[in-house]
C-alpha cells in the first residue's frame, strides 16, 4: 500500500504537474490510465478564473507572498487529494514577480506559507523544488509542515532542458525522513529503476498526448494483445498496442466546456507517435473550430 499522509494510493505513479497541459479532461485520462495522483498546473490562489476540480487533483499553488493561500485553501480542501506548493517555476514570469524558484531564499517566508498551508488543511501537503544553494535548508523547513518532497534535479539555468543531477536527489533522499517524489526526464524505461531509490515518481512531458504510459507501467510485462483500458467513453487501437486517443479526451473535453485553444493544444498533443504526424499537425496548427479538429482527425486515423 502506498500512502502519504492519510491518503491511499494504488502506485507509485503521479502525472506531474504541467502548466497549460493539465486539464482536467486530461488529468482524468492519465488516472484512468492508471495515474494514482494527478497534479494541476501551478494556480495562484487569488485568480479569478473558473475552476474545474471535480476530479479531485492534487492542487499546486504558486504565490510571492501569503495572500489569499488560507482562503483559497478552505474553499477548494474539500476538492483536493493533495496540496503542493511550487518552489520550482524556473520562467522568467517566475523570476519577475519572485515566486517559484525565485523566492528559494526568502526562508522565512517560505516557513510563514508552509504553516499557513498546514493549519488550513489535514490533506497531504507537498513542496516542489530543484536544486538550488538553499534546497536543504528548505527541507528542514519542510519537515516541519510537509508529508512528502518533489525534487525535480535541475537547476533554474537549465530550465527542462540537460541531464537531471540523480546524485543531488538520492543525496535529498538520503537526508531526509520524507518520503521523495522524483520528478525529471522519468519514462516508461527508467520509471522503476528510479523506485528502487525514491518513493514516487513524476511523469510530466512524456504522458503529454500520451496518457497510456500509466497503463503501460501499471500493467509490465502484460503481452500487447493482452493490454486494454477499460474506458466508459471510447477506446482507439493504434497499430501496436490499445490505448488512449484524442477521440477520448475530445469527448472529455466537451463535456467539461473546455475552451477551444485548449482542445486546440492537446489535439496536437496527441499527434505524438501518429502516421504522417508532422503534417497532421500542419493542419491542426490552421483550424478555427471543433469540426475542423475532427474531420482531421478523422482523415488521420478513421475514428472520429
Not at 5 to 24: G, H, Q, S, T, V
Not at 69 to 97: Q, R, V, Y
Not at 113 to 142: F, G
Request: charged fraction near 30%; glycine fraction near 4%.
Amino acid at each position: 500500500m502506498y500512502k502519504i499522509r492519510n491518503l491511499k494510493l494504488k502506485n507509485p505513479y503521479f502525472l506531474a504537474p504541467m502548466e497549460a497541459m493539465n486539464d482536467i479532461a486530461f488529468r482524468m485520462l492519465c488516472k484512468k490510465a492508471g495515474s494514482s495522483l494527478t497534479f494541476t498546473g501551478m494556480i495562484n490562489p487569488l485568480t479569478r478564473e473558473k475552476l474545474d476540480f471535480k476530479d479531485k487533483p492534487a492542487i499546486q499553488i504558486f504565490s510571492a507572498d501569503s495572500k489569499g493561500i488560507k482562503e483559497f485553501m478552505k474553499k477548494h480542501d474539500k476538492d483536493a487529494s493533495l496540496w503542493d506548493f511550487n518552489l520550482g517555476c524556473p520562467a522568467k514570469t517566475a523570476k519577475k514577480h519572485g515566486f517559484g524558484f525565485f523566492m528559494n531564499h526568502k526562508l522565512e517566508l517560505i516557513e510563514k506559507i508552509l504553516k499557513e498551508m498546514r493549519q488550513a488543511t489535514d490533506k497531504p501537503l507537498t513542496i516542489k523544488l530543484r536544486i538550488s544553494k538553499n534546497t536543504e535548508e528548505i527541507i528542514k523547513i519542510a519537515e516541519k509542515y510537509c508529508d512528502a518532497i518533489s525534487i525535480h534535479p535541475r537547476t533554474q539555468t537549465q530550465g527542462y532542458s540537460g541531464i537531471p543531477n540523480l546524485e543531488f536527489a538520492i543525496k535529498i533522499k538520503k537526508s531526509t525522513s520524507l518520503p521523495v517524489i522524483y520528478s525529471g526526464n522519468v519514462n516508461e524505461k527508467n520509471a522503476r529503476e528510479l523506485l528502487k531509490t525514491f518513493d514516487f515518481v513524476m511523469i510530466g512531458r512524456e504522458a503529454i498526448g500520451n496518457p497510456s504510459i500509466f497503463y503501460k507501467l501499471c500493467n509490465k510485462g502484460v503481452s500487447e494483445n493482452q493490454r486494454e483500458i477499460k474506458l466508459k467513453y471510447n477506446t482507439y487501437r493504434c497499430n501496436k498496442c490499445n490505448c488512449i486517443s484524442f477521440k477520448d479526451y475530445l469527448t472529455l473535453a466537451l463535456k467539461h466546456r473546455l475552451c477551444f485553444e485548449q482542445i486546440k493544444t492537446q489535439a496536437i498533443n496527441f499527434t505524438k507517435g501518429m502516421h504522417n504526424a508532422s503534417k497532421v499537425r500542419e493542419k491542426l496548427m490552421k483550424v478555427k473550430n471543433i469540426e475542423e479538429i475532427k474531420k482531421i482527425y478523422k482523415d488521420a486515423t478513421q475514428q472520429i
